[in-house]
């Protein structure tokens, strides 16, 4: 999807919007971490993290084989690159350290989005990704329970195995409340596609908007099928900013 949305310009970029603790679960020391925007010279990072180990987890990107298909990487540079230039990505780094322990590429989605248009005859799995994120928000209906023009979006929250354990998703999600009220958002809804993350994300305060087995995916509208998954549900949830 792609819109005319820009950051304002009177709020500073980059910025660190929350700060934590938390316990090492092996250590049980007590790190410090920032929460804050993904700055400029770190894209070309960012987008190898999504490429290389997010596309690899993720379950409907594993099931639908996206990181063996060039045609899909391809294409999933082009959406993460144009998420990225909007400038409302958030990583979180340990205090005193530049290493990205969690990122989540965030994008403005707004009721004048327009579908990227691909030449006819592509073919590339994460087409199907890209149909069935269509059907869920539209059913879900985000724009309409909060009356609002646009909300935070998002495709795509990763932490790296040697930071799980410390509560960096959920603390990544709640950041979105303090830079959502900064940027003009008073809404944020995720596709949260597995049991960990919809329950990070409850616990947070996301609430469920559209709820579908992925078998009835492939039964019913959008008729698109996700084998071997491991959680059953696929779940569109938002949250209230303001």
């Not at 959406?79 to 530049?98: A, P």
């Not at 890209?130 to 935070?152: L, R």
Request: proline residues 5%; glycine residues 6%.
């Amino acid at each position: 999807m792609s819109n005319d949305w820009t950051r304002p310009s009177n709020v500073e970029f980059p910025k660190v919007w929350t700060t934590f603790q938390a316990k090492h679960p092996t250590t049980q020391e007590i790190w410090k971490f920032e929460v804050k925007d993904l700055p400029v010279e770190r894209f070309d990072e960012a987008e190898d993290i999504m490429i290389e180990h997010f596309l690899n987890e993720e379950q409907m990107c594993k099931s639908k084989g996206v990181s063996n298909d060039p045609v899909s990487l391809v294409l999933a540079r082009v959406y993460y690159r144009k998420m990225l230039e909007k400038k409302i990505t958030l990583i979180c780094t340990r205090e005193g350290s530049d290493e990205i322990a969690g990122i989540n590429v965030l994008e403005p989605a707004t009721k004048d989005d327009e579908k990227i248009v691909l030449p006819e005859g592509t073919d590339a799995s994460v087409l199907d990704l890209q149909v069935v994120t269509e059907f869920v928000t539209k059913q879900a209906g985000i724009y309409e329970k909060y009356s609002v023009d646009k909300y935070i979006s998002a495709w795509g929250l990763y932490v790296f195995p040697k930071f799980r354990g410390m509560g960096i998703g959920g603390e990544i999600l709640k950041a979105r409340i303090p830079l959502g009220k900064a940027l003009g958002f008073s809404a944020t809804g995720t596709l949260f596609t597995s049991s960990t993350s919809q329950a990070i994300a409850k616990k947070v305060g996301f609430v469920d908007d559209y709820v579908v087995t992925y078998e009835d995916l492939g039964k019913k509208e959008p008729y698109i099928e996700f084998p071997n998954v491991t959680s059953p549900l696929l779940k569109v949830m938002s949250l209230r900013i303001d």
